[in-house]
């Protein structure tokens, strides 16, 4: 069975978004192999004038209406969604979708004002997305699948200047980070490998 | 009093943001400087921060001054100073930068190019529903579940430590203290420090004495002398000093 044809399949009858571990285990495909026909589904979904569109998050994927029709959508749901936010959440919702994962000590260093309130706020509404580290201070942020349906995008490399923020020498040299782990960490990274991985790491300069 | 309106959750920086662009100033560490007093008088004067929040906006106040007093006194700053104070203009930068963002991503919200994930048809709805509610096994009376409630109250430790509660009290005014002594002075021509002090009952009152003579110091209604250190301070009147000169 070719793998697209399967993977649409699957966004079909999902309900919910579907990580790419998941499309992993059911495919019984390596990851790059499953990356790519996702790339190509999506691609012909906004390439051709369809009503649907494969959105990514954080490496999880859901099928969704194509934003051209999201007026009809919308009163056909019943949907009462305004996406009007207020300027603190857009501003956070913001550095968030640009410089996720983030740390709630970074986002602070750059809005300049404690964030705990804002934060739980987010969480609450689904606009964000909240990823546990081993403290509470290493609890890293990202927005969720639902924030980015409200942008009518298909991922969040489609926002304008995208690439700039997300790897910007000088604001990593501001928000003070030197942890190479960070910067190695890759999105939607299952949490036991990246465990291992930093386990490994602390190995490695043990020895050193 | 100048005419911003600044969203109560937004923060320092956006208030200095504001600011600097209201004055069309670039954002260096020399126009920080400028604007410190207009900082200082608004959070002085604004109602809209909130308490939670106001220990952001003193702290952006104390190093809004510490650049000030750098831009007065330069010979007194280290290059290190510098660096930390360069540091403010570039995080006010990046902030400015993202702010920037935020209103192109408000714009592409704004056109309400929303999509739609499947909903979940109501049957199904109904099944989940179902499966997340909570079926106790057979066996369970409500007075078991009265007493495991019990159980689960009596685990609970209250703390009952009391935090200490202290607030400074009012008692000296500085403001009264300046007429006080501004009184005796114009009766005498040289007065000694522990004389004013004589009716002063608690430390606060002496801080409070003291820093009203130092206020009258800088307004040049009085000098002050001090012969060794710790020793008496003898107060004279300014004027007085100036006719007998």
Not at chain 1, 177 to 194: M, V, Y
Not at chain 2, 67 to 78: D, G, R, T, V
Not at chain 2, 170 to 187: A, G, H, L, P
Not at chain 2, 194 to 199: D, G, Q, T
Request: hydrophobic share 40%; glycine share 4%.
């Amino acid at each position: 069975m070719e793998l697209k044809n399967l993977l649409e399949s699957l966004f079909f009858v999902s309900y919910r978004p579907l990580t790419i571990k998941e499309l992993v285990d059911f495919s019984k495909k390596d990851l790059l192999e499953v990356e790519e026909a996702i790339k190509e589904l999506s691609e012909e979904y906004s390439n051709n004038n369809r009503g649907l569109r494969i959105i990514e998050n954080n490496k999880k994927y859901q099928m969704a209406s194509s934003p051209e029709n999201a007026k009809l959508i919308q009163a056909f749901l019943q949907s009462e969604v305004s996406g009007e936010l207020t300027p603190a959440s857009l501003e956070t919702l913001t550095i968030i979708a640009y410089r996720g994962p983030i740390k709630k000590i970074e986002l602070e260093k750059i809005r300049g004002i404690n964030c705990s309130l804002i934060l739980r706020n987010l969480l609450i509404k689904g606009l964000i997305e909240e990823k546990a580290g081993r403290e509470d201070d290493d609890n890293e942020y990202v927005v969720s699948l639902e924030f980015v349906k409200f942008l009518g995008i298909d991922n969040l490399k489609d926002l304008p200047e995208y690439e700039k923020f997300n790897k910007n020498e000088e604001i990593d040299k501001l928000l003070g980070k030197t942890d190479p782990l960070w910067q190695s960490a890759i999105l939607g990274e299952d949490e036991e490998e990246k465990e291992k991985k930093e386990e490994e790491a602390d190995e490695d300069s043990l020895d050193n | 009093m100048m005419t911003i309106n600044i969203d109560k959750f937004s923060g320092p920086l956006s208030l200095l943001l504001q600011i600097i662009e209201k004055e069309e100033l670039d954002i260096t560490s020399v126009n920080l400087a400028k604007i410190a007093d207009e900082y200082l008088e608004y959070i002085k004067k604004s109602e809209e921060i909130r308490p939670e929040a106001m220990a952001d906006f003193l702290l952006m106040a104390a190093k809004l001054l510490y650049i000030k007093s750098k831009a007065l006194l330069p010979y007194l700053f280290s290059e290190e100073d510098q660096a930390e104070l360069d540091d403010l203009a570039g995080k006010l930068k990046m902030y400015k930068d993202f702010v920037h963002l935020s209103q192109k991503v408000n714009k592409i919200i704004g056109r309400k190019r929303f999509s739609f994930f499947r909903s979940l048809p109501k049957s199904g709805r109904r099944l989940n529903i179902l499966s997340d509610c909570f079926f106790p096994p057979k066996n369970v009376s409500t007075d078991v579940l009265w007493t495991e409630f019990k159980k689960v109250l009596e685990n609970i430790n209250f703390l009952e430590e009391e935090l200490e509660k202290k607030t400074i009290l009012d008692e000296v005014k500085i403001e009264d203290r300046i007429v006080f002594i501004k009184n005796i002075i114009s009766q005498k021509i040289k007065i000694n420090f522990s004389n004013i002090l004589r009716e002063a009952v608690s430390r606060t009152e002496i801080i409070v004495n003291f820093l009203a003579i130092l206020e009258l110091v800088k307004q040049k209604e009085i000098i002050f002398t001090q012969d060794d250190l710790f020793g008496e301070i003898f107060l004279e009147s300014y004027q007085e000093l100036e006719i007998i000169n």
